[in-house]
C-alpha cells in the first residue's frame, strides 16, 4: 500500500520549511519508500488549495488511503502526525518518542 501526501504551504517560509524537513523525516522512518509526497504552494496554485477547502497552512493531507485526513501545522510531533493520518492507532502512541508537544 502506498500513501498519497500533499503538504500545502504559503511560500518557502521557515515554518514551511520546518514543516516540509518534519515530513520528511516521519515519512522516511515510518512509512519507509511507501508514500508520495506532493508539496504545493498556495501562493502559486491556488486553484489547488481551493479544491481541498485548506484555510491554513502549511496543511498536511493523506489522500490515500481513504478515508481522506488534514493536520494543519509545522509537524513537529512525530506522534500526533502518525495518529491523526491513521497511520499508528491512538492506544499505541504512548511507546512512540516524540520530539515536540505541538503537531
Excluded: W
Excluded at 486553484?47 to 513537529?76: C, F, H, W, Y
Amino acid at each position: 500500500m502506498k500513501y498519497r501526501l500533499r503538504l500545502f504551504i504559503t511560500g518557502y517560509t521557515s515554518h514551511s520549511r520546518r514543516a516540509i524537513e518534519n515530513l520528511r523525516l516521519i515519512c522516511e522512518r515510518d512509512l519507509v519508500e511507501m508514500y508520495e509526497v506532493e508539496v504545493i504552494d498556495i501562493l502559486e496554485h491556488p486553484q489547488l488549495a481551493e479544491n481541498e477547502k485548506i484555510m491554513a497552512t502549511p496543511t498536511l493531507v493523506k489522500k490515500l488511503p481513504e478515508p481522506v485526513r488534514k493536520l494543519i501545522g509545522d509537524l513537529s510531533s512525530r506522534e500526533k502526525v502518525l495518529i491523526g493520518l491513521d497511520f499508528l492507532p491512538a492506544h499505541a502512541a504512548p511507546a512512540l518518542p516524540q520530539a515536540e508537544e505541538k503537531i
